[in-house]
T-cell receptor, first 113, second 113 residues
Framework: DAGITQSPRYKITETGRQVTLMCHQT?????MFWYRQDLGHGLRLIYY???????DKGEVPDGYVVSRSKTENFPLTLESATRSQTSVYFC????????????FGPGTRLTVT | KQEVTQIPAALSVPEGENLVLNCSFT??????LQWFRQDPGKGLTSLLL?????REQTSGRLNASLDKSSGRSTLYIAASQPGDSATYLC????????????FGQGTTLQVKP
């Protein structure tokens, strides 16, 4: 009963590098989400996906790319990391049409130096 | 644009006290509202989900109410314990089929022994 997992849990990278954060869920939930959490801004949606091969932008998508070739995986890529992308990133999922509860992963703390 | 506000930002109470956390939202056209708990350095744990057609939900010592017309929700915690110390977040899902959540900034609760 793994639920929703994220890897790595901690990552330090340099400005300009590409980095991918992984998210995996075992519930076969249709919907998956990426949020970032920052002091003063709270949690903000980056991207979401309603199903495999269907993704859409959230509130703060610039600088990020997502893909969803399989229902259970939803990786988030920072194409060229910037210091403003230093944050805690949370992946979440929910079943059905998205009206159910959202379940969150443990988060990835990313530092861009 | 939906905005979610939680007041107060921080609250300190002695153990055993009953307490109420407040959440308000500007657009009453919501699908549901979800309360989460977040411990320091951890992910979000779902506490209660209230659908727009419901008035309240209960789980153990927790009771959440929803008044859509006034744009308010409250989370009632009975007989508080030191283990309840955490940040409590409310989030609303707007009237769209995306499952996106809009979060408040949270109330950080400290329960003193």
């Amino acid at each position: 009963d793994a639920g929703i997992t994220q890897s790595p849990r901690y990552k330090i990278t340099e400005t300009g590098r590409q980095v991918t954060l992984m998210c995996h869920q075992t519930w076969s939930h249709s919907y998956m989400f990426w949020y970032r959490q920052d002091l003063g801004h709270g949690l903000r949606l980056i991207y979401y996906s309603a199903a495999a091969d269907i993704t859409d932008k959230g509130e703060v998508p610039d600088g990020y790319v997502v893909s969803r070739s399989k229902t259970e995986n939803f990786p988030l890529t920072l194409e060229s990391a910037t210091r403003s992308q230093t944050s805690v990133y949370f992946c979440a999922s929910s079943r059905g049409t998205g009206e159910g509860e959202q379940y969150f992963g443990p988060g990835t703390r990313l530092t861009v130096t | 644009k939906q905005e979610v506000t939680q007041i107060p930002a921080a609250l300190s109470v002695p153990e055993g006290e009953n307490l109420v956390l407040n959440c308000s939202f500007t657009d009453s056209a919501i699908y549901n509202l979800q309360w989460f708990r977040q411990d320091p350095g951890k992910g979000l744990t779902s506490l209660l989900l209230i659908q727009s057609s419901q008035r309240e939900q209960t789980s153990g010592r927790l009771n959440a109410s929803l008044d859509k017309s006034s744009g308010r929700s409250t989370l009632y915690i009975a007989a508080s314990q030191p283990g309840d110390s955490a940040t409590y977040l409310c989030a609303v899902r707007g009237s769209s089929n995306t499952g996106k959540l809009i979060f408040g900034q949270g109330t950080t609760l400290q329960v003193k022994p």
